[in-house]
C-alpha cells in the first residue's frame, strides 16, 4: 500500500496548481480526475490573467503572484502564455473617470500601465470604434492563456518532470480520516492513502462530503461564450471594455464606482449579467463573453440545458459597437460553469487536521489561482 503525502482531488486549475506546489515542496502527489479528460471551468474560460480586475486587497497581489508563477513555468515548457497585456475601452465620462481613478491605485501598487486619449486608442487599433471609445487604459504585464492547452500542459510537465501521479477515470465518492491518515475511495473500488486531502471538485458539490458546502454560501455561476470564425490577426491584448470596469471588482475601489449610473440599455446587458470582452485565439478565431446567470450550489438543473440565443444576440448586438471586426460569423456557442463564494472571495474548509477543501474561486480562477494555492499549501506545511 502506497502512502502518498497529498492526495488531489479534481484536475481543474485548482487541483492542479494544489498538486505542483506540493511537488516543488518535495511532497509525493497523486491527482485523481474523474473524466477523461478534465473539461470543465478551467477548460471552457477565456483564459485571461488579468490581475487589474481583482479586489485591491489580496487578490490583485495572487494574480500578480499568479502571472510571474505563468512565467516561470512558460521558461520551462510551452504553457500558452501569451504576454500581450489588457486594454480596457471605456465608452462613457464615468467609465473614463474610473479609469483614471483605478490609474492612481494601479501607480500607488506599482503596477504598470498607460493611460490613453481616444486618438491614441484609435492609432493603436484602428479596428476599435470611435464612436464608442473614449479612451482607454493599457496594461501591459498582463497575459492571456489557452484554457483548452494550459492546464494539461503543466499536468504533463509535472507527471514527466516532478513525478506526479496521475488517474483519469477516477472519480472520488467518499474521502474519511482513518487511524490519522485519509481513505480516499472511487467509483472504481480503489482505496488509496495520504497524510492529506485536497478537494478542488468545482461545482460538483452534490457528490462529495456535500454537508460540508452550505447551499447559503455558495452559489454557481453559467456563462455563455460565443466563438467567430478565424481571422487575420489584429487582436494582440485581451480587451475589457465599459460594462467590465462599471462590473469587475477592482473598480469598486474607485470613489466614483458609487456614483455610476446606467442608460436603460445597459441596464439591460446588466440584468444579464453581461459584459463584453474579446480575445483572438492563436488560430485567429475570436473569442467573445460573457453572460452570468446564478442558481444555488447544487441546483444546476435549475439553469436548464439550453444556451440562449437571445443572450447570444445581444453580447454580439453589444460587441458590434465596440469593435469592427472583419467577420462576425459564429462558429461555435457554449455554456461554462463555476462555483462560487455567495459572500467570500474563495470558499475554504477544513474539515479536519487531514481533509481540506478549497473552491468557489469565481470567474477569477485564471487569474489568481497559482498565486492563491501557493500560499494556501505554504501554510499546509508549515503546521
Ligand atoms: C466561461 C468562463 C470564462 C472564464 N474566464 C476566465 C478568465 O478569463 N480569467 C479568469 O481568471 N477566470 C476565468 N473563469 C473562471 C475560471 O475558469 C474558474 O475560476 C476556474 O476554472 C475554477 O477552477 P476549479 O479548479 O475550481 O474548477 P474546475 O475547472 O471545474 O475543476 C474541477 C475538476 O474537478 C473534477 N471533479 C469533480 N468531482 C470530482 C470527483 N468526485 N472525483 C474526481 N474529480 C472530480 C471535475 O471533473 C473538474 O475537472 C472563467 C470561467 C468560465 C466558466
Redesign the pocket.
Known amino acids: 500500500m502506497k502512502k502518498y503525502d497529498l492526495i488531489v482531488?479534481?484536475?481543474?486549475?485548482?487541483?492542479?496548481f494544489s498538486a505542483y506546489h506540493a511537488l516543488k515542496k518535495g511532497k509525493t502527489v497523486l491527482l485523481?480526475?474523474?473524466?477523461s479528460q478534465?473539461?470543465?471551468?478551467?477548460?471552457?474560460?477565456?483564459?485571461?490573467?488579468?490581475p487589474s480586475g481583482q479586489s485591491l486587497d489580496k487578490w490583485f497581489d495572487y494574480g500578480r503572484k499568479s502571472l510571474q508563477i505563468y512565467k516561470d513555468l512558460q521558461s520551462e515548457t510551452n504553457i500558452s502564455l501569451v504576454p500581450n497585456g489588457s486594454w480596457y475601452l471605456a465608452s462613457d465620462d464615468q467609465e473614463l473617470t474610473l479609469l483614471e481613478e483605478i490609474q492612481k491605485l494601479f501607480d500607488e501598487r506599482g503596477y504598470s500601465n498607460k493611460l490613453h486619449s481616444a486618438d491614441e486608442c484609435q492609432k493603436s487599433n484602428a479596428y476599435f470604434k470611435k464612436d464608442y471609445v473614449k479612451g482607454g487604459l493599457f496594461l501591459p504585464e498582463e497575459a492571456?492563456l489557452n484554457?483548452r492547452l494550459m492546464?494539461h500542459r503543466v499536468r504533463e510537465f509535472m507527471i514527466q518532470h516532478m513525478d506526479l501521479h496521475y488517474q483519469n477515470l477516477?472519480?472520488?465518492?467518499g474521502v474519511e480520516k482513518k487511524r490519522g491518515i485519509a481513505r480516499v475511495f472511487?467509483t472504481t473500488n480503489q482505496n488509496f492513502w495520504s497524510e492529506k486531502v485536497i478537494i478542488?471538485?468545482?461545482?460538483?458539490t452534490q457528490?462529495?462530503l456535500p454537508e460540508h458546502y452550505p447551499a447559503t454560501e455558495l452559489k454557481i455561476?453559467k456563462?455563455?461564450?460565443l466563438r467567430l470564425a478565424a481571422q487575420k490577426p489584429i487582436l494582440k491584448p485581451?480587451i475589457l471594455t465599459g460594462l467590465t470596469i462599471r462590473r469587475y471588482e477592482s473598480f469598486h475601489s474607485c470613489p466614483s464606482h458609487k456614483k455610476l449610473t446606467s442608460t436603460p440599455e445597459q441596464t439591460l446587458l446588466q440584468n444579464k449579467g453581461i459584459h463584453i470582452?474579446f480575445?483572438q485565439a492563436d488560430d485567429g478565431s475570436i473569442i467573445l463573453?460573457?453572460s452570468h446567470e446564478y442558481v444555488q450550489a447544487g441546483k444546476q438543473a435549475d439553469f436548464g440545458f439550453e444556451i440562449s440565443s437571445e443572450i447570444n444576440e445581444m453580447m454580439l448586438n453589444e460587441a458590434k459597437k465596440i469593435i469592427d471586426l472583419p467577420q462576425w460569423d459564429v462558429d461555435a456557442t457554449?455554456?461554462?460553469?463555476?462555483?462560487q463564494g455567495t459572500h467570500s472571495e474563495v470558499f475554504t474548509k477544513q474539515v479536519d487536521d487531514v481533509i481540506h477543501i478549497?473552491?468557489?474561486?469565481?470567474?477569477?480562477?485564471?487569474?489568481?489561482?497559482p498565486g492563491f494555492t501557493s500560499e494556501y499549501i505554504q501554510k499546509l506545511y508549515q503546521k
Open positions: 482531488v479534481g484536475g481543474g486549475i485548482i487541483g492542479t485523481l480526475e474523474k473524466d478534465p473539461f470543465e471551468a478551467s477548460f471552457r474560460n477565456f483564459g485571461q490573467a488579468v492571456s484554457p492546464v477516477c472519480a472520488v465518492v472511487t478542488a471538485n468545482g461545482r460538483d457528490f462529495l455561476s456563462l455563455q461564450m485581451n470582452l480575445k463573453g460573457d457554449w455554456a461554462g460553469f463555476y462555483l478549497i473552491n468557489g474561486i469565481g470567474g477569477k480562477g485564471m487569474t489568481t489561482s
